[in-house]
């Protein structure tokens, strides 16, 4: 398939402006794509191409804090009541009144928030590998091993050493975890060179941390409704940092949910197999 056409601008929304990529017909049911940490919009590389030839309007912000979009200060611009109005403000923008919507990794997190809050706007959510945070800390008290596994969350609370850490020696400690993270061969040395081009821009670090920051400080809702819009949850098995019960939980706060293994992918199952998951997203997706 050759290189999809992709259209690139900023949008206004309020006070913050979004870098957005753009690709398939004009005319075609408007689907948000998420992207997760470490990653921006160019995430999302091997799904736009199928996913525009089947019919849909691909919206994929680069999500505040990260690659050309602004970087609000201070960890409350990263709060995720703030971050699931960014979709809905971005929705408003692009004349569009309901959306499909999809994440990966904390693509998920506000995607799942977002489908609680607004189901007025959300028709149909697809997930990859996150959980809905309204399960996490129920979860974290009844598994230990999440807890382990969360321990670089924890970490990156810690003021300054993170960013430091993270953006040494042309980003290579974020290169490391996407390496080891993943299959072999799934991230090669240009894609790791376009990602760490946006990490090093002047605060980017920072910013993506905010997200975490945010959610290990900032009080939400413990009671988020459950999501009204009917669900997929892809889940990577061999995901180093989510034990496969959170997509189970998740599944409780969804009213019409069902969740789709992938015993051999991991944590960045888009990548991994990318044909495998651009075939489920289609049939769930398309009209």
């Given at each position: 398939m050759p290189d999809p056409v992709v259209s690139h601008r900023h949008v206004a929304l309020g006070s913050l402006r979004l870098h957005l990529a753009e690709a398939g017909p004009g005319d075609g049911p408007p689907t948000i794509l998420l992207h997760g940490f470490p990653e921006f919009w160019f995430g999302w590389r091997h799904q736009i191409g199928p996913l525009a030839e089947s019919g849909l309007r691909l919206l994929i912000p680069d999500q505040r804090g990260y690659g050309l979009s602004d970087r609000p200060k201070g960890i409350a611009a990263y709060h995720l009541d703030r971050l699931a109005r960014d979709v809905i403000a971005l929705a408003d923008a692009c004349g569009v009144t309901r959306f499909r919507l999809v994440g990966h990794d904390w693509g998920g997190l506000v995607a799942f928030w977002t489908a609680s809050f607004f189901p007025e706007r959300v028709e149909r959510l697809a997930v990859l590998n996150a959980?809905?945070?309204?399960?996490?800390?129920?979860?974290?008290?009844?598994?230990?091993?999440?807890?382990?596994?969360?321990?670089?969350?924890?970490?990156?609370?810690?003021?300054?050493?993170?960013?430091?850490?993270?953006?040494?020696?042309?980003?290579?400690?974020?290169?490391?975890?996407?390496?080891?993270?993943?299959?072999?061969?799934?991230?090669?040395?240009?894609?790791?060179?376009?990602?760490?081009?946006?990490?090093?821009?002047?605060?980017?670090?920072?910013?993506?941390?905010?997200?975490?920051?945010?959610?290990?400080?900032?009080?939400?809702?413990?009671?988020?409704?459950?999501?009204?819009?009917?669900?997929?949850?892809?889940?990577?098995?061999?995901?180093?940092?989510?034990?496969?019960?959170?997509?189970?939980?998740?599944?409780?706060?969804?009213?019409?949910?069902?969740?789709?293994?992938?015993?051999?992918?991991?944590?960045?199952?888009?990548?991994?197999?990318?044909?495998?998951?651009n075939a489920a997203l289609i049939d769930f997706l398309r009209p």
């Amino acid at each position: 398939m050759p290189d999809p056409v992709v259209s690139h601008r900023h949008v206004a929304l309020g006070s913050l402006r979004l870098h957005l990529a753009e690709a398939g017909p004009g005319d075609g049911p408007p689907t948000i794509l998420l992207h997760g940490f470490p990653e921006f919009w160019f995430g999302w590389r091997h799904q736009i191409g199928p996913l525009a030839e089947s019919g849909l309007r691909l919206l994929i912000p680069d999500q505040r804090g990260y690659g050309l979009s602004d970087r609000p200060k201070g960890i409350a611009a990263y709060h995720l009541d703030r971050l699931a109005r960014d979709v809905i403000a971005l929705a408003d923008a692009c004349g569009v009144t309901r959306f499909r919507l999809v994440g990966h990794d904390w693509g998920g997190l506000v995607a799942f928030w977002t489908a609680s809050f607004f189901p007025e706007r959300v028709e149909r959510l697809a997930v990859l590998n996150a959980f809905h945070p309204g399960v996490f800390g129920p979860y974290l008290r009844r598994h230990p091993g999440q807890v382990l596994r969360s321990a670089y969350a924890g970490a990156f609370q810690l003021p300054l050493l993170p960013e430091r850490l993270l953006t040494a020696r042309n980003g290579h400690l974020l290169r490391e975890l996407m390496r080891r993270s993943s299959d072999s061969g799934t991230f090669g040395e240009a894609d790791l060179d376009a990602y760490a081009r946006e990490w090093l821009r002047p605060g980017a670090v920072t910013a993506m941390l905010g997200w975490y920051r945010a959610l290990a400080r900032l009080p939400r809702d413990r009671h988020p409704p459950k999501v009204a819009a009917p669900t997929l949850i892809l889940w990577g098995e061999r995901d180093q940092a989510l034990q496969p019960g959170l997509a189970t939980a998740s599944l409780a706060l969804c009213e019409r949910g069902r969740l789709q293994r992938f015993p051999e992918a991991t944590h960045w199952v888009q990548h991994d197999l990318p044909e495998a998951v651009n075939a489920a997203l289609i049939d769930f997706l398309r009209p």
